[in-house]
C-alpha cells in the first residue's frame, strides 16, 4: 500500500486547503519566500480579512508556517516540497512547464 490511513487522511486535508482557487494563487505568490499578510493581500488584490480567512485555513492543515514580527505576521510555504507537488500538478493539468 502507497499510504496507510493516516497518511491518506493527513494528505487529503492539504490537498483539500491548497484546492481552492485564491489559496493556489496565495501559494504562488509566495513560493520560496517569507511575506507579509499586507504584501501578499497587496499581491492578490482582495480585503485581508478574505486573506486572513484563507492563510488560517492552510496554516491550520500544516501547509503554510508563520512568524511574527512586532505587529506583522509573516508566512511561508511550510515544506518547499509542496512547491514541487503544484508545479507537477500544473504540467500535468495545465499543460505547462518551466
Same mark, same amino acid.
Given at each position: 500500500?502507497? !499510504?496507510?490511513?493516516?497518511?491518506?487522511?493527513?494528505?487529503?486535508? *492539504? =490537498?483539500? *486547503?491548497?484546492?481552492?482557487?485564491?489559496?493556489?494563487?496565495?501559494?504562488?505568490?509566495?513560493?520560496?519566500?517569507?511575506?507579509? @499578510?499586507?504584501?501578499?493581500?497587496?499581491?492578490?488584490?482582495?480585503?485581508?480579512?478574505?486573506?486572513?480567512?484563507?492563510? *488560517?485555513? =492552510?496554516?491550520?492543515?500544516? @501547509?503554510? /508556517?508563520?512568524?511574527?514580527?512586532?505587529? /506583522? @505576521?509573516?508566512? /511561508?510555504?511550510?515544506?518547499?516540497?509542496?512547491?514541487?507537488?503544484?508545479? %507537477? %500538478?500544473?504540467? @500535468?493539468?495545465?499543460? !505547462?512547464?518551466?
Amino acid at each position: 500500500m502507497l !499510504f496507510n490511513d493516516d497518511q491518506i487522511e493527513q494528505t487529503s486535508r *492539504a =490537498m483539500k *486547503a491548497m484546492s481552492h482557487p485564491l489559496r493556489l494563487k496565495i501559494i504562488s505568490v509566495l513560493g520560496d519566500q517569507e511575506v507579509s @499578510v499586507q504584501d501578499i493581500v497587496d499581491k492578490v488584490g482582495t480585503s485581508q480579512s478574505n486573506i486572513s480567512q484563507h492563510l *488560517a485555513i =492552510m496554516r491550520d492543515k500544516g @501547509v503554510l /508556517r508563520t512568524r511574527k514580527d512586532a505587529n /506583522r @505576521v509573516y508566512y /511561508r510555504v511550510g515544506d518547499i516540497r509542496t512547491l514541487e507537488v503544484l508545479k %507537477m %500538478m500544473r504540467e @500535468v493539468f495545465c499543460g !505547462f512547464s518551466d
